[in-house]
């Protein structure tokens, strides 16, 4: 399955922004635990200074412990607590001790604070500094186990609620930034969209190119898509050089062929002569399908003006001999455009038109428009007609149904084959006028009156 590369730059984007905002919150919540340990630690080691201050021995060598100025270490379960062990006797515990002492391990080293985690009796967790120390001289001389304690509860607490906070508002601005690249993301192929836009338009206009108001990372493709199109440009006029070449240098031999032909059947030489009017006929239809496939090949969408080209041939078969007599009824409008460029749609209209010449005996009519998304283009003469159960045979490659007219056949085939070639259907009627009607139809993208 394909994925649109908008599609995959927003994926990346969400991707990358999750990972982000997540080893973020994770990072955001190891610092603030941190602080708040470290806060704590210090909150711990000043009040286990004060309470080191307020401990004395007096002379009879009683240990005597003065009130800490905090009032959080007078009030009952307040979370605050101190306890005072001298040497191995019963400890002395702060009025807001609410259940048995507690356990702690004594320090090694006198003097030096240890921190630890206790949990208690009640099933609660506490964090403890503590302390040894030494008071009194000589006989009243006494080592003196300190600890202060703070229920973790409010640290814990904290950390849980900034952790839920950082995790909404972080979420929040991850929303935020994958609209943001949702719009980086539109804007950053907006470039490759007027590509697409203007390509179509080539295609409907091939002579056009691409314009070069890109920016700098797309210059270099819009300008091998130019050249490519230049080079397909100058690949298909060679061809059709070539191909005109090549149909002018036979025109000659082909008509002198012709001439021998005719002249065999007046002396009677029917059977020579059908054996050279079907190598006649087989080098023109090899002529012909080159033609055809050179220009097939190189074959683009292009549009081109009906009216323009059918008044140009009027007037090139209007000046043959035999032709003046002719009356031409045109009525095709200036907005009938035909899925052909000028060369392809002239070679088309000039067959229909030579075989309505050839068979007209007074009036030709070419007449179009649209209905709706369907646009025709009629071809009418007065000439003799074709039965309609011949429609079929006669658009056959080398089917002539009078072997007296000059011609190969090859004419309604060939307009067949090049209607098929640009989207057109080619279909035979039989004429008001009494003749053959000549009916090319397509389908337009652009609707314009009705017929």
């Keep these: 399955m394909k994925m649109s ?59 005597e412990v003065a009130p800490i100025s905090d009032p959080r270490f007078e009030q009952p379960v307040s979370g605050y607590y101190w306890q005072v062990l001298v040497d191995d006797g019963e400890p002395i515990l702060s009025p807001s001790f609410w259940a048995a002492p507690l356990m702690l391990d004594r320090p090694q080293t006198p003097g030096v604070i240890s921190f630890d985690d206790v949990t208690t009796d009640s099933g609660e967790t506490v964090a403890v500094a503590s302390w040894v120390i030494t008071l009194g001289e000589s006989e009243i001389r006494r080592e003196i186990f300190l600890a202060v304690a703070i229920d ?78 230049d080079a397909n440009a100058e690949a298909l006029e060679r061809a059709r050089s070539r191909a005109g070449n090549l149909a002018h240098g036979l025109k000659t031999p082909l008509t002198i062929m012709h001439g021998v032909e005719r002249k065999m059947r007046k002396s009677g030489h029917n059977g020579l002569a059908d054996d050279l009017m079907t190598e006649i006929t087989a080098i023109q239809h090899i002529v012909e399908r080159e033609l055809a496939s050179s220009r097939d ?55 229909l038109l030579d075989n309505a010449v050839k068979w007209s005996k007074s009036r030709i009519i070419v007449s179009g428009g649209q209905d709706g998304t369907t646009a025709i283009l009629t071809i009418e003469d007065d000439g003799p007609g074709i039965p309609d159960s011949e429609h079929e045979s006669v658009l056959k490659r080398g089917r002539r149904l009078d072997p007296d007219q000059p ?39 652009h609707p314009t009156n009705s017929v």
């Design 407 to 445: 011609g190969s056949g090859l004419g309604l085939n060939i307009a067949q084959r090049m209607a098929r070639a640009h989207g057109c259907d080619l279909s035979l009627d039989q004429s008001a006028l009494g003749g053959l009607k000549v009916c090319l139809t397509w389908s337009s993208a």
């Design 297 to 351: 090949s190189q074959q683009v969408l292009r549009r081109a003006d009906a009216s323009a080209i059918v008044a140009r041939l009027q007037r090139t078969f209007g000046r043959q001999p035999g032709a003046e007599h002719l009356h031409w009824i045109t009525d095709l409008p200036e907005t009938l455009h035909l899925p052909f460029d000028e060369f392809d749609l002239t070679e088309l209209m000039g067959n």
């Design 152 to 229: 973790r509860a409010d640290l814990d607490v904290s950390v849980s609620r900034f952790t839920t906070n950082s995790i909404i508002w972080l979420a929040v601005l991850g929303l935020f930034l994958l609209a943001a690249s949702w719009i980086q993301v539109r804007l950053g192929l907006n470039p490759l969209q007027k590509v697409r836009s203007e390509v179509s338009r080539i295609s409907r206009y091939p002579d056009q190119r691409l314009s070069s108001d890109y920016p700098t990372e797309v210059l270099p493709l819009v300008k091998e898509v130019n050249q490519l199109l």
């Design 5 to 63: 590369l908008s599609l995959r730059l927003l994926l990346a984007a969400a991707l990358t922004t999750t990972l982000a905002l997540a080893a973020t919150a994770i990072v955001f919540n190891i610092l603030f635990r941190l602080y708040f340990e470290h806060r704590a630690r210090g909150e711990l080691e000043t009040y286990l200074t004060l309470l080191s201050g307020n401990v004395s021995v007096d002379e009879e060598g009683s240990v």
